[in-house]
């Protein structure tokens, strides 16, 4: 498998520009995460889709980003308008159903290589 | 609300030399994941291991050992004989289980830097 694929690996906007992040998970993962990571607030939980819904959007920062997850295979996040504070590395991430009863497993949330956003 | 403290903002070493990053969760349930990953200079995160709440067995996998114990609440991670390649960003994760959750709550990671 090529793993969770994220495009583009560098974004360059203007203040106010939509910006459009995807990601393309691993084959057969129930779960999607987008996180985002800046030197002041570390690695946050923006939003996460179990079979492509939305369970917990609490991390979004506000109504200018929005996530959508139509199918299976394909992941966006969309920043409109985007603002110098939304430069960040964001991350997706999928993951396989976690519970397996009392069994030990050791596998985990696999993250895509991130993209670099950058808000001028 | 679950918490994971990385006290350890920067640690450095000399090649060869053991290396222990300290990692303390906080959670309300009984049941929950604990994660470590590796983010290199080039910034991709890296799975290095999950471990589940109920199994308290230590762990080694080649110079990496984990350290779980649940009556202080830590999940340590040692580097035994560090390498240059180690040198990166560790973040330790805690997932809860109940509640329907999966969220993943990183600490604020420990920079390692190995020097040779």
């Known amino acids: 498998d090529a793993g969770v694929i994220q495009s583009p690996r560098h974004e360059v906007t203007e203040m106010g520009q939509e910006v459009t992040l995807r990601c393309k998970p691993i084959?057969?993962?129930?779960?999607l995460f987008w996180y985002r990571q800046t030197m002041m607030r570390g690695l946050e939980l923006l939003i996460y889709?179990?079979?492509?819904?939305?369970?917990?959007d609490s991390g979004m920062p506000e109504d200018r980003f929005s996530a959508k997850m139509p199918n299976a295979s394909f992941s966006t996040l969309k920043i409109q308008p985007s603002e110098p504070r939304d430069s960040a590395v964001y991350f997706c991430?999928?993951?396989?159903?976690?519970?397996?009863?009392?069994?030990?497993?050791?596998?985990?949330?696999?993250f895509g290589s991130g993209t670099r956003l950058t808000v001028v | 609300a679950q918490k994971v403290t990385q006290a350890q903002t920067e640690i450095s070493v000399v090649e060869k030399e053991d290396v222990t990053l300290d990692c303390v969760y906080e959670?309300?349930?009984?049941?929950?994941?604990l994660f470590w990953y590796k983010q290199p200079p080039s910034g991709e995160l890296v799975f290095l291991i999950r471990?589940?709440?109920?199994?308290?067995q230590n762990e080694i996998s080649g110079r990496y050992s984990w350290n779980f114990q649940k009556s202080t609440s830590s999940f340590n991670f040692t580097i035994t004989a560090s390498q240059v390649v180690d040198s990166a960003v560790y973040f330790c994760?805690?997932?809860?289980?109940?509640?329907?959750?999966?969220?993943?709550?990183f600490g604020k990671g420990t920079k390692l830097t190995v020097n040779p």
């Open positions: 991430a999928s993951s396989p159903l976690l519970r397996s009863g009392t069994g030990y497993s050791n596998y985990g949330y696999t």
């Open positions: 084959s057969g993962h129930d779960y």
């Open positions: 889709f179990n079979n492509n819904v939305p369970i917990d």
């Open positions: 959670t309300r349930d009984t049941t929950y994941y």
């Open positions: 471990r589940n709440s109920f199994d308290e």
């Open positions: 994760a805690l997932s809860e289980h109940q509640g329907g959750s999966e969220k993943l709550v």
